[in-house]
């Protein structure tokens, strides 16, 4: 009966089914994390709070730093020197269009701040900095609520190339 019992308080059903023990109803489960007051309203109880929380609320981005940017340039086999920002004026500002089905947006030097950047991640915007090579090698790293983005693009004259998802070459034009 020990057994029984604490497989029920552990709340592990499959376990209880397999023992041949009911597992516990709704009404009375541990995992029922709902309380009623003394009004008779229904609330949560905090560990349920803290998820709802993170899910109703946007968590604030905290954008990467040059160091950041730095360490990601690392893990490139590209010879120095690297550009934080365009190398000539010009060169990378404004909105990138993907070709494919997609077309995904990126962006360069946002607000006309040289060396940020701008991507679509899931429908949300992430922010963060860029770095060119010297044969046209860009490195990115961005940031959308707790999750980091980086990717990579060649520039080639008027468009960019380089690797989108599952895609491993993708084209984008400059919006005019």
């Given at each position: 009966?020990?057994?029984?019992a604490l497989?029920l308080?552990?709340?592990?059903g499959?376990?209880?089914?397999i023992?041949?023990?009911?597992?516990?109803s709704?009404?009375n489960?541990?995992?029922n994390n709902t309380?009623t007051?003394?009004?008779?309203?229904?609330?949560?109880?905090?560990?349920?709070q803290?998820?709802?929380v993170?899910?109703?609320?946007?968590?604030p981005?905290?954008?990467?730093?040059?160091?950041d940017?730095?360490?990601?340039l690392?893990?490139?086999?590209v010879?120095?020197?690297w550009?934080?920002?365009?190398?000539?004026?010009g060169e990378?500002?404004g909105s990138?269009?993907s070709d494919?089905?997609?077309?995904?947006l990126?962006?360069?030097?946002l607000?006309?701040?040289?060396g940020?950047?701008?991507e679509d991640l899931?429908?949300?915007r992430?922010i963060?900095?860029?770095?060119i090579s010297?044969?046209?090698?860009?490195v990115?790293?961005?940031?959308?609520?707790?999750?980091s983005l980086?990717?990579?693009?060649?520039?080639n004259g008027?468009q960019?190339?380089?690797?989108?998802?599952?895609?491993?070459n993708?084209?984008?034009?400059?919006?005019p």
């Amino acid at each position: 009966m020990k057994m029984r019992a604490l497989i029920l308080a552990g709340g592990v059903g499959l376990v209880a089914a397999i023992c041949g023990c009911s597992p516990p109803s709704p009404a009375n489960s541990v995992a029922n994390n709902t309380q009623t007051q003394s009004s008779g309203e229904r609330t949560r109880d905090s560990s349920e709070q803290g998820s709802a929380v993170a899910e109703d609320s946007a968590i604030p981005t905290t954008p990467p730093t040059q160091a950041d940017l730095t360490a990601q340039l690392s893990r490139f086999q590209v010879q120095p020197p690297w550009t934080y920002g365009e190398r000539t004026a010009g060169e990378l500002a404004g909105s990138w269009v993907s070709d494919d089905a997609e077309g995904d947006l990126v962006e360069f030097d946002l607000d006309g701040k040289s060396g940020t950047f701008s991507e679509d991640l899931g429908g949300k915007r992430t922010i963060g900095l860029y770095a060119i090579s010297a044969d046209g090698v860009i490195v990115t790293i961005s940031r959308s609520g707790d999750v980091s983005l980086s990717s990579h693009f060649r520039l080639n004259g008027d468009q960019l190339s380089g690797p989108r998802g599952p895609n491993p070459n993708v084209t984008w034009r400059r919006e005019p």
